[in-house]
């Protein structure tokens, strides 16, 4: 079995310090597992925030680097915990949302095809990074509504025997499923949806979900955690990518009240109020009317699905449709993009991934309509905290200009009406002015206009605890650790750092056991905590 330890590495003391490295933060006194497990707590404390992890994957046929990414990622993000630290059992069943959607068109093979889903190996390797958690493969479950005919093909089939996790056929309608296989959901506020079926153990208690979305592009610009959890609903619930005017084959008593009049109405808003794109006209699902009909589709499915994170691999992306798109022969191409994108909230995941894709996230009215609804912050992705996550499981905060942009060509909503003569692969990259809409909220958004020292985790500790603290500014900062006389015996920090949240880690190995304090200063500020070192 791979252990945790392997994949991290010690930070340079001093100048990095200000570094955090989970897999030291986490290290039980005992050294015995917590009995508990979950996702970081800096990503926790960071819910508006949108992290990314650079990788170096060679070819999109290494499977071995995929899986290594895998590994580096799932090692450094998934931490044992202790209940009162809102840790989940280890008991608990660990679902898995890939991206494994049918796939089948002219020109298909198994290579030309890859560039549509999560890849296998890279999920594989988060599986077994979680393993050292005290989960078993058995306690793993892979969830797609579509496509099962190709999940061999796919890879998942084989990763399923590797793992040990499970994987079935569950794309039958809903109303020939088992009903153990179901779990249902009401859903108070739906705009479509009244009630949703979901593929058990989706939605059930006791469970830990991950939604692991592609970095691809699609008709809905691009497919990535929003629309990716939509797999989770069993058959033809699932089916929210049609026209308004289509059934979805569900039971009507499932349709929230006047569905159809209320969509129409907001439509109807949303075109008044200038949503770029929303006035393509058209009956069918690419057309205004039939991406307000699919976005509320898919708000409902957020408002009741809630990952415990969401994720995208961006290994390598895929521009396009499928199989079509601009490349030679009418195929889409791969690129070799190298990041994983990851985060709290599924539309912040999304409004920074539409912008690493070349795309002006402001063009798309599917995070309008999230913002209306209250489930995401911001649009203006500029204003969206983001961190660098690094392999060996240190993060920085990150200008998003300093990541590398790929174009992913789309057919989203094309200007070619009214004299427009838009190519059927664009850019959605027209200038948004921000402005133009109401002051995006700060709440929670790690930028906080207040000094702030949070108490050391974990406490007590042995080798290593992280120190949390926030700057309302950009400005100086010093940390200080004083022993139980109240003398500094090192200097943890001692820097210019941007305004927002940041973390330190002070590695307790050359001092012995006893009460310990650390000391934050900046500006006017100040502040001492104490801490315990328990070898």
Known sequence: MIKRRAFLQTTAAAGGAFLFHPGDLFSHPSGQAAGFFGVHPFIESNPSAVFIMKTAVDSKMNSEAKKQAGLDFGASVFVPLDGGAGGFPVTHK??????????????YTIERAMGIITDAFFVEGIIESMKPLGLSGSQFYLREVNGYDQFEDAGYIDMAGRTGADIRDLSAKVTRLSANDVVWKDVP????????????????????????????????????CAKNIQGTIAHNYQAHCTAYTASMDMDKAHMAVNAKANIRANYERHLADGVPRWDRPGVDFNCGHGMETWASRCLDNNRVTRPQLHIVEGIYGRDGNFISGPGPGGYANDFMTNIILFGRNPFHVDIIGHWLAGHEPGNFGLFHMAREAGMSEVLDPMRIPVFEWKADGSAVSASLNSFERTNLLTYYLQRDYNGQTEPYWHMCDEAFDYGSVSVDSRKGNGRPGVYFLHQNY??????????????PAPGRARIEILNARGEIVDVLLDRHLDGGSHMAVWRSGRFPSGRYFYRFLSGPYSETRPMMVLK
């Open 189 to 224: 506020e739906g705009l479509w949806f009244s009630r949703i079926p979901y593929l058990w153990p989706v939605n059930a208690p006791d469970t830990f979900l991950l939604n692991i979305a592609k970095f691809k592009a699609h008709s809905m610009g691009l497919t990535l």
């Open 94 to 107: 660990v679902v898995i949302k890939p991206n494994l959607t049918e796939r089948h068109n002219s020109g």
């Open 458 to 471: 974990p406490n007590p500790f042995n080798p290593s605890t992280s120190i949390g603290f926030t700057l």
